[in-house]
């Protein structure tokens, strides 16, 4: 087993991302990226993503014991995905006494436009426009989900280029929000960013002037869900177990549709 000596500036974290079609686990040392493996997105469910910890523990020599801080997406996303992998990220930190951290999808993907745009490259270089990214000073980052029915999931961003790492320079404007679409287009600034796969439910009708991130930016990934755990981990945050749940920002179509019988309203 590997030897690992965890100080309060020292955090195993064991990072997870269930929310999308692409899922992925992480295993950092602090911020830095020491293993990330995709999901199978055919398989994915609480009897597969446990095994997906477990190889990538063992592959890195690390016992579960030694993991300090278990980040995971918490929302927007798949219903089912995001159930999954909370109740995975919980079971996992009580069974060896770590702390939990909930992160929003959209912070996630949010954070890996900001590291194009500041050209930091992450565990993996992110493709970048042959021109290279733009001035990232001041601009704000519109991370965007599909919600269906004319609707996006949106996290508004701004990046302060003074800050030093991406993760600290990306600065939340707004909690994440369910909007129309044409609510959100007319909010949308001249010089905006905009990132995620909620980018194809609008192309063709982003305003001149707005810049797309790469594509390669938009999957949420699980190391990156680590990054931003682990920011806030050092900026004092720490969530509760018991509390910690998805943050769907609507109801399920089930659920809705069950309020507008007779008797629910």
Known sequence: MREFHPTPTIVLILAIETSGLAGSVALLESGRVLAEAPLDPARRSAQTLAPAIDRLLRDQQMAPQQVGLVAVTVGPGSFTGLRVGVTTAKTFAYAVRAQVQGVSTLEVIGLQAAEWLLAEPPAEPLAMEAAGPPAAAGREVHSLLDALRGELFVGRFRIDALAGAAARALLR?????????????????????????????V??????????APEATWEPRAAT????????????????LW????????????????????GNR
């Open 243 to 262: 509390k910690l749940a998805p943050a769907y920002l609507r109801p399920s179509y089930a659920e809705e549709k069950a309020k507008q019988r007779p």
């Open 173 to 201: 404007m707004a909690d994440d929000e369910l909007l129309a679409i044409d609510t959100w287009l007319a909010q949308l600034p001249a010089g905006a960013v905009v990132c995620g796969p909620g980018v194809q439910r």
């Open 203 to 212: 192309a063709g009708r982003l305003p001149a002037g707005v810049i797309t």
């Open 225 to 240: 869900v680590g990054r931003v755990a682990w920011r806030d981990y050092e900026n004092g945050r720490r969530d509760d």
